[in-house]
T-cell receptor
Framework: DSGVTQTPKHLITATGQRVTLRCSPR?????VYWYQQSLDQGLQFLIQ???????AKGNILERFSAQQFPDLHSELNLSSLELGDSALYFC?????????????FGPGTRLTVL | GQQLNQSPQSMFIQEGEDVSMNCTSS?????WLWYKQDPGEGPVLLIA?????ELTSNGRLTAQFGITRKDSFLNISASIPSDVGIYFC?????????????FGKGTKLSVKP
């Protein structure tokens, strides 16, 4: 158990809909990262938050957004969903930006868009 | 997006054999990490490397940070059935404001008892 929790475990929805994925980092970790994993693309970095502020953006679509709250949990919002958004979405956390890259991953949310 | 070249893509080995996999990049990293992912689970950190030339072990696993800082390898000795899974390398930069990792596409390991 990495100490990172994600909910829900599975999500099935229809095209055009909007969903929210939730992540709670390990106790004390200030950085949260979101990754998308699909069969043909591997693990793709989406976005990083550090202590409530956005720090880095990767291949994140404009239809996707994220935020980190004062209690350090984070939410990833996916809107106008398309079939191709079906994937595993992982959240990871690390202690402090710049001190280490050791990221600890949650169990993931499997999103299926029908 | 940017990705690392990880090889081999898959391996089928006999229990007890040693395994070697590697990652190369066109960019320099100052961190290399190795993760293992079981089906339906999140990646689990195996080894983290922070210095060029560094050789680190974790049980039967040994990983090295290449001298050029553009490559890393992972060895597994005396493989057992529970070693089955997908192994990912990841390169990153620490010391700056961003800590995201770049992942390889993974090496799928199958172990025959």
């Amino acid at each position: 158990d990495s100490g990172v929790t994600q909910t829900p475990k599975h999500l099935i929805t229809a095209t055009g809909q909007r969903v929210t994925l939730r992540c709670s980092p390990r106790s004390g970790d200030l950085s949260v990262y979101w990754y998308q994993q699909s069969l043909d693309q591997g693990l793709q970095f989406l976005i990083q938050y550090y202590n409530g502020e956005e720090r880095a953006k990767g291949n994140i679509l404009e239809r996707f957004s994220a935020q980190q709250f004062p209690d350090l949990h984070s939410e990833l919002n996916l809107s106008s969903l398309e079939l191709g958004d079906s994937a595993l979405y992982f959240c990871a956390s690390s202690a402090r930006t710049g001190s280490t890259n050791e990221q600890f991953f949650g169990p993931g949310t499997r999103l299926t868009v029908l | 997006g940017q990705q690392l070249n990880q090889s081999p893509q898959s391996m089928f080995i006999q229990e007890g054999e040693d395994v070697s996999m590697n990652c190369t990049s066109s960019s320099i990293f100052n961190t290399w990490l190795w993760y293992k992912q079981d089906p339906g689970e999140g990646p689990v950190l195996l080894i983290a490397l922070y210095k060029a030339g560094e050789l680190t072990s974790n049980g039967r696993l040994t990983a090295q940070f290449g001298i050029t800082r553009k490559d890393s390898f992972l060895n597994i000795s005396a493989s057992i059935p529970s070693d089955v899974g997908i192994y990912f390398c990841a390169g990153g930069y620490y010391g700056g404001s961003q800590g995201n990792l770049i992942f390889g596409k993974g090496t799928k390991l199958s172990v025959k008892p």
